[in-house]
């Protein structure tokens, strides 16, 4: 998708939308660097801060239809707005935290809460109902490479004021980057230019399409798979680093490992994005799942060294958040754009229980076994689960949407 195949007006949509995920996903995956000195400075668990990212993840989802309804209604600009400044007022409070009560609260509840609102649902769905069908895709790819160019830039950066502030100061100034993009959401501020609906639901309610949705196998399928994808990317981006830090691995390589992960899926994101204009995206997300279970056996099999430590962060990262395109495409093929922030907003709350349990349970484990292997053997069987449930999925085709059929 060249930038003389759209109009200035969608590019300047998809800017804004890139630089919101940027900012609200790359802060968000540099946490797992603030693990081991938090934990230490209040004398807690690896659970409590898991616990903490844990509550977030999981008020993302469970609040992000609700933040798609609201974007459908009130415009995404709107919601982004008051999400990023909740956001940002959540990590200042993370920065005054002193004990794991307060902890939870401010990282878990406050963060949480705004990045219910900035999420991809919202983001997707700005996006998804100004840029043609058989460009979504690539759009969406684009998008999601914004979340993964946040992670490379955001992830260096945080370990760098770890390396000059204490972890309190560093939460401050993480803050800034909340400032930037509660000016970027009024960009997302538009008009339908190429919104798309199956035929049967031009009059639809976002209830009526929500109901709908929840009667149909393919629906549900896609829901499931989604909570694996949250279950891996959250379990990884906790804990990868004191996992990593356990193995003897120095902290600049771990911090290394996370930005490449970023990195690599700028790439990741954009090429699945592309394919799912000529590869099914059921098959497309079959083969990121098992990917995926196989990278995680061999970081069990393979001896640990800073060479397989960036090695693994950089395949992990060509798998990260390729789900998100083939996944959101297909939601869109089935039920057209008109309520895409609503009806992905519900597919995504699946994203972030499986992210809930795999933050607060992959520490739970630690701290209850001394080590992530079971955390890692119960990732590899998730992995076989979402790339096997997606092949009973029917596609129907992006000229003709068609109309979702009741189990």
């Not at 008020?59 to 982004?80: K, Q, S, Y």
């Not at 990868?240 to 120095?250: E, M, N, V, Y």
């Not at 754009?337 to 009806?343: I, P």
Request: glycine residues 14%; charged residues 10%; proline residues 5%.
């Amino acid at each position: 998708m060249s930038k003389r195949s759209l109009p200035p007006g969608v590019l300047f949509v998809l800017i804004c939308g890139a630089t919101v995920i940027t900012l609200g996903m790359g802060i968000r995956q540099s946490f797992g660097l603030f693990l081991r000195p938090v934990t230490a400075d209040l004398e807690v668990g690896r659970q409590v801060f898991g616990l903490a990212l844990a509550v977030q993840t999981l008020l993302t989802g469970l609040l992000g239809p609700v933040a798609g309804i609201l974007a459908d209604r009130l415009g995404p600009h709107r919601v982004i707005a008051v999400g990023s400044l909740v956001y940002g007022a959540g990590l200042l409070l993370t920065g005054l935290a002193q004990g794991p009560t307060s902890l939870v609260l401010t990282l878990g509840g406050v963060v949480g809460i705004g990045m219910s609102l900035l999420t991809l649902p919202v983001v997707i769905g700005a996006v998804g109902r100004v840029v043609p069908a058989e460009r979504r895709g690539a759009a969406f790819g684009l998008i999601t490479a914004g979340g993964s160019f946040g992670q490379f830039a955001m992830v260096p950066g945080a370990q760098s004021l770890l390396s000059n502030f204490d972890w309190q100061v560093a939460f401050m100034l993480l803050a800034i980057g909340m400032a930037v993009s509660f000016a970027t959401a009024f960009g997302l501020a538009h008009r339908d230019n190429a919104p798309s609906k199956p035929a049967a639901d031009e009059d639809s309610s976002a209830t009526a399409a929500l109901a709908r949705a929840t009667r149909d196998r393919n629906y549900l399928l896609i829901t499931a798979s989604f909570f694996v994808c949250g279950f891996h990317v959250s379990f990884v981006s906790t804990h990868l680093p004191a996992f990593l830090a356990d193995r003897g691995i120095s902290a600049s390589v771990a911090a290394a490992s996370l930005a490449l992960i970023g990195l690599f899926n700028i790439a990741g994101s954009y090429l699945f994005g592309a394919w799912c204009g000529r590869v099914a995206k059921k098959r497309l997300l079959s083969i990121i799942y098992g990917g995926r279970a196989a990278l995680f056996a061999l970081i069990l099999l393979v001896p640990m060294s800073p060479a397989f430590a960036l090695a693994f962060g950089a395949a992990m990262g060509f798998l990260w958040l390729g789900t998100v395109p083939p996944t959101s495409g297909l939601v869109a093929q089935l039920f057209g754009t008109r309520y895409l922030s609503t009806l992905f907003g519900l597919v995504f709350m699946s994203h972030q229980i499986g992210g809930f349990l795999g933050a607060w349970f992959g520490g739970w484990l630690f701290d209850t076994t001394g080590t992530y292997q079971i955390a890692w053997l119960i990732s590899i069987g998730l992995g076989i689960f979402g790339a096997l449930v997606m092949w009973p999925v029917r596609e129907p085709t992006e000229a003709a949407p068609a109309s979702p059929r009741a189990a």
